[in-house]
């Protein structure tokens, strides 16, 4: 599952292309998702002009000129592709000419730009999906309700992570992973914080002391920040927005490391893995106390 990092790149490839950009036309090649599309898809989106293109957690948020926001998850293998018009120039508006579509089996969505730009959104397991959500009521949609902060945000501290684990017998991996605490965080991102924190996944996080936690806000961010520089990690499906590649996992402190040496105390260090909910835990059981 892409998590905060690799939506953020997205993010950073489409906005270009579609931020300020009316939609010519919209194409829906099919009635689903992993849910239903609204019934009025095509039709509201087609003409309007998507005003700014954000991120909330790990949601794709496309802020119309009209009253609804187009929220889209790229769930496990959905992922955006961006195509510009070639050869001579159309006629007519909207008789742009592409090269041919690398997969059209699992191209579902396509956004065309007045300008000519075609971005088509592809999704062959098809857990993604996408809705129109009325943008002043967003904050109060299911799916949106619960969030916590952003990790990136000013309200996301020391002092936030302390009253969160207050009392609290999981350990802070659970904690973390969990969107009401902190929004965005995935699997991957928090091993490696933890592992720089030198923080054990598993103790209770109640007992974690401030100042350790002050380390682990600083480690997130920080590992967050490095990953959207590389643009990601590529694991399985993920790919940005243009279909280059991520490359943060080659610099993966712990993730998928197991039995190697821990950067943090080669010596004596070894990366273990624990298998926790259906998810790998990848820790240093030497550093991380």
């Given amino acids: 599952m892409p998590e905060l990092p690799e939506v953020e790149t997205v993010r950073g490839g489409l906005a270009p292309v579609l931020e300020g950009h009316r939609l010519a036309r919209v194409e829906a090649r099919r009635p689903d998702l992993r849910f239903p599309l609204p019934p009025n898809f095509v039709q509201a989106l087609t003409g309007a002009t998507i005003v ?20 889209m998850h790229l769930g496990m293998s959905g992922r955006f592709e961006i195509a510009h018009p070639h050869g001579p120039q159309p006629t007519r508006p909207g008789e742009f000419h592409y090269a041919p579509d690398p997969d059209p089996k699992h191209a579902h969505i396509v956004f065309e730009t007045e300008a000519g730009v075609r971005v088509t959104y592809y999704d062959p397991r098809r857990f993604g999906y996408m809705a129109l959500v009325n943008t002043a009521t967003l904050h109060l949609h299911p799916w949106f309700a619960g969030l916590g902060p952003e990790p990136l945000s000013e309200a996301f501290d020391a002092g936030h992570l302390h009253a969160a684990f207050k009392d609290r017998k999981q350990g802070p991996k659970t904690l973390l992973l969990d969107q009401r605490i902190v ?29 350790r936690l002050e380390k682990l806000v600083e480690d997130i961010r920080a590992v967050l920040g490095e990953a959207i520089a590389a643009g990601g990690s590529t694991l399985r499906d993920y790919a940005q927005a243009d279909g280059a590649l991520g490359y943060f996992q080659h610099r993966f402190r712990v993730y998928d490391r197991e039995g190697e040496p821990c950067f943090n105390d080669p010596k004596a260090g070894v990366i273990a893995r624990k298998v926790q909910a ?12």
């Fill in 52 to 71: 700014r293109l954000e991120r909330r957690a790990k949601y794709l948020l496309g802020r119309l000129d009209r009253e609804d926001t187009l929220v």
């Fill in 183 to 211: 929004a965005g965080l995935g699997n991957i991102y928090v091993c490696e914080a933890l592992n720089r924190a030198r923080i054990s996944p598993f103790k209770p996080a109640g007992g974690i002391s401030r100042k």
């Fill in 278 to 289: 259906g998810r790998s835990t990848f820790y240093c059981p030497t550093c991380q106390i």
